[in-house]
T-cell receptor, first 107, second 112 residues
Framework: GQSLEQPSEVTAVEGAIVQINCTYQTSGFYGLSWYQQHDGGAPTFLSY????GLEETGRFSSFLSRSDSYGYLLLQELQMKDSASYFCAGLGQNFVFGPGTRLSVLP | KAGVTQTPRYLIKTRGQQVTLSCSPISGHRSVSWYQQTPGQGLQFLFE???????NKGNFPGRFSGRQFSNSRSEMNVSTLELGDSALYLC???????????FGSGTQLSVL
């Protein structure tokens, strides 16, 4: 089977750094993606890890450790506009999305 | 480059009816995948089409079906609608070679 787990909510203040964790149980799994979704909007791609290690894209970084079945999304220099839901997604035979983490950025 | 286009944006149907949703992928993308999003179940994979062939299928009943045309446009059909089918249906296109999906704005389906 395939399943991913994420915290349901995270709160942080502007300018801070926040880490959203994702643990998974998948078979035939070969990558982990991250997506951002604002209320009423469509998910937008943030990052993809096909290999273990850190991927950096501007203020966002993503990490994957296959041996630990674990990944995380790191958001730096938080801005109010980062308030959204964040989904990790396992890429295997199918795309399997985690339940999402709602990030609230406070002034 | 135009993004992924889904039509219609909103749809209201009654139980027992059927519905067809449309998705036009980004030009050059050969993979189209469909998802159901609800507050309780999150984003759930329905199926993926690549070059007119269904490549993967999620765990949904046979009432949910789809197809892809030679121009990569895709349609999803739900027959004998149930109240529980009320959801946001999202399609995503990609080159089909990795984890980067481009989502459309979705079709909000309400079944009364």
């Amino acid at each position: 089977g395939q399943s991913l787990e994420q915290p349901s909510e995270v709160t942080a203040v502007e300018g801070a750094i926040v880490q959203i964790n994702c643990t998974y149980q998948t078979s035939g799994f070969y990558g982990l993606s991250w997506y951002q979704q604002h209320d009423g909007g469509a998910p937008t791609f943030l990052s993809y890890n096909a290999l273990d290690g850190l991927e950096e894209t501007g203020r966002f970084s993503s990490f994957l450790s296959r041996s630990d079945s674990y990944g995380y999304l790191l958001l730096q220099e938080l801005q109010m506009k980062d308030s959204a839901s964040y989904f990790c997604a396992g890429l295997g035979q199918n795309f399997v999305f985690g339940p999402g983490t709602r990030l609230s950025v406070l002034p | 480059k135009a993004g992924v286009t889904q039509t219609p944006r909103y749809l209201i149907k009654t139980r027992g009816q059927q519905v067809t949703l449309s998705c036009s992928p980004i030009s050059g993308h050969r993979s189209v995948s469909w998802y159901q999003q609800t507050p309780g179940q999150g984003l759930q994979f329905l199926f993926e089409y690549f070059s007119e062939t269904q490549r993967n299928k999620g765990n949904f009943p046979g009432r949910f079906s789809g197809r892809q045309f030679s121009n990569s446009r895709s349609e999803m059909n739900v027959s004998t609608l149930e109240l529980g089918d009320s959801a946001l249906y999202l399609c995503a296109s990609s080159l089909g070679d990795g984890g980067k999906l481009f989502f459309g704005s979705g079709t909000q389906l309400s079944v009364l």
